[in-house]
């Protein structure tokens, strides 16, 4: 389903990601971990076609990544949800409005948003905050509506990058919990993280990255740096 | 873009207007005084024709007429200069009335009026004041009448002198001045008009960098170009149309206190009396300026972010 091909990013000299080759299938859950710099983070900007890379190609079903031209690059990031670790929710929108501004984008009618968007909040446990900003809501909620925008139009991959990274260890307990459950529900999952626990608590496979390169990849992981 | 989409960015820019707090209002009170400038631009423009209509309409060419000239004569050379096509009209004065207008103005001074008794008879010739449609036609009319023999029964010239000679170096100056300020006027209007558009630009730019980050949120969530831009645009134009709201309602005091300040000053150009009657080319003017910069400007400022 995803297939990065001798895939290397350069920042000058820096070297953020060399000559990766790594396949993701799909309905698979595939935690990528490492040290900061280790080139995770990298490695799913160069997916969400946020960065280009300097050598090989990233391939996303039959589509190569790069050869996305601009105008186009909406289109393909549709088939992704995308999780930061500073939620990056709009500050001006609430929650529900999050949530609906991705179905909006995709073109989904007033009637699906209406359905759709109180089942999400529902499942992300977060009904009662619909009308609160962001401002007003804690990190884990914060990212729970961040969740719930990554998979509202149903993608066929969450991409979450450290997604626990700011939360406390109940909050984290519970975003690992819907990351799970997104899995189980048959949608392919990609996440990064430096959290021993996060990487245990999910159980599956492991990618560990070591200054730009895949120094291991184990089917069901633990996690070893 | 089908309705949905236009309905869904009108309603996003209106709330991102509402939401934008301080940021919304800084950026309606910079356009309200740019358009405030623009507006203070049109006024000045009136006040310098009103002024150059004024002056010019003081300007003419006096054909005075020998005493023995007769009144059918001098009828006849009216009608010919009437009839030349840089000439926007021609006013008779009889000798009778130019006595009289004389005694008038010497009332009070018994030397002259006694001087005038003694001569006995009126020794004022008659005279032809005439205007051109443009100051810059008075020398091809002088030339005209120098050109032209204006003769008596008895074949004798009954044009005493033509003014015009006297008044040249004054006329051309007077053109001069009157070309140089239309240019420097028009040169002034675009500085103005520029930097007022750059004031314009750089609030609503700083507006939307504030909101860089989300708009990269928005490429990132799937979001069209088209999409991410249109509320921006709605809120550019909400802008412009406030904008140009406060400056309508705040130029009817300023207009009326300026008016009432100055009229006897500019030659009886009256600020509120142009305001009331040019109303609606103003708020076209205003409203069209103010859309156009509020969108221009969002849609300039937002290009580079859409890069993600």
């Known amino acids: ?225 | 873009m089908n309705t949905m989409s236009m309905r869904r960015m009108i309603g996003a820019g209106w709330k991102n207007f509402a939401r934008g707090g301080a940021v919304s209002v800084a950026t309606v009170v910079i356009m309200t005084v740019t358009l405030g400038i623009i507006s203070s631009l049109i006024f000045l423009s009136a006040l310098l024709s009103f002024t150059l209509d004024f002056v010019r309409d003081q300007v003419d060419i006096s054909v005075s007429f020998v005493t023995t000239a007769s009144e059918h004569d001098i009828l006849a050379l009216k009608s010919k200069i009437e009839l030349l096509p840089q000439v926007k009209s021609v006013t008779y004065t009889t000798r009778e009335q130019v006595l009289a207008d004389f005694r008038a103005f010497h009332a009070t001074d018994q030397t002259i009026l006694q001087g005038l008794e003694q001569l006995g008879d009126n020794p004022f010739g008659a005279y032809l004041g005439i205007k051109a449609k443009d100051p810059s036609q008075y020398e091809s009319i002088s030339s005209t009448l120098e050109t032209t023999p204006a003769l008596s029964a008895g074949g004798a010239s009954i044009i005493d002198r033509i003014n015009y000679k006297q008044n040249k170096i004054t006329i051309d100056n007077l053109s001069k001045a009157i070309a140089v300020t239309r240019s420097g006027g028009l040169i002034i209007v675009i500085l103005f008009a520029l930097a007022s558009v750059m004031i314009a630009l750089a609030t609503v730019q700083l507006a939307i960098y504030t909101a860089k980050d989300e708009i990269g949120v928005m490429r990132l969530v799937g979001a069209s170009n088209a999409y991410i831009r249109g509320p921006f645009i709605v809120a550019g134009v909400i802008t412009g149309i406030l904008a140009t709201l406060a400056v309508l309602i705040a130029l009817f005091p300023i207009a009326w206190y300026i008016g009432t300040k100055t009229a006897g000053l500019l030659n009886g150009f009256n600020i509120f009396s142009y305001y009331t009657s040019h109303f609606f080319i103003i708020l076209i003017i205003l409203l069209v300026s103010g859309v156009c910069l509020g969108g221009l400007a969002s849609i300039l400022a937002i290009r580079r972010y859409l890069k993600v």
Not at chain 1, 162 to 179: K, M
Request: proline share 4%; no cysteine; charged share 25%.
């Open chain 1, 1 to 225: 389903m995803i297939y990065f091909d001798k895939v290397s990013k350069h920042y000058g000299e820096t070297k953020a990601v060399e000559e990766v080759t790594l396949s993701v299938a799909p309905k698979e859950f595939v935690s990528i971990v490492g040290h900061s710099g280790a080139g995770k983070t990298t490695l799913l900007r160069l997916l969400l076609a946020e960065e280009k890379p300097t050598g090989g190609s990233v391939f996303f079903e039959s589509i190569n990544v790069n050869d996305l031209p601009l105008s186009s690059l909406h289109h393909y990031r549709r088939k992704i949800g995308t999780v930061f670790q500073d939620f990056k929710l709009i500050p001006n929108k609430t929650a529900y409005e999050n949530i609906a501004f991705a179905m909006e984008a995709a073109g989904r009618t007033d009637a699906e948003i209406a359905s759709d968007v109180p089942y999400i909040l529902e499942l992300v446990n977060l009904a009662d905050k619909a009308h609160n900003f962001p401002n007003q809501l804690s990190g884990g909620e914060q990212q729970r509506i961040a969740i719930g925008r990554a998979i509202i139009n149903q993608p066929e991959v969450v991409v979450a990058d450290e997604p626990t990274g700011n939360l406390d260890p109940i909050n984290t307990f519970e975003v690992v919990e819907i990351l799970k459950k997104i899995n189980e529900l048959g949608t392919t999952v990609i996440i990064t993280t430096h959290n021993k626990g996060v990487v245990e608590a999910i159980g599956r496979r492991v990618v560990t990255m070591d200054r730009g390169k895949v120094v291991r990849d184990d089917i069901s992981g633990k996690y070893v740096l």
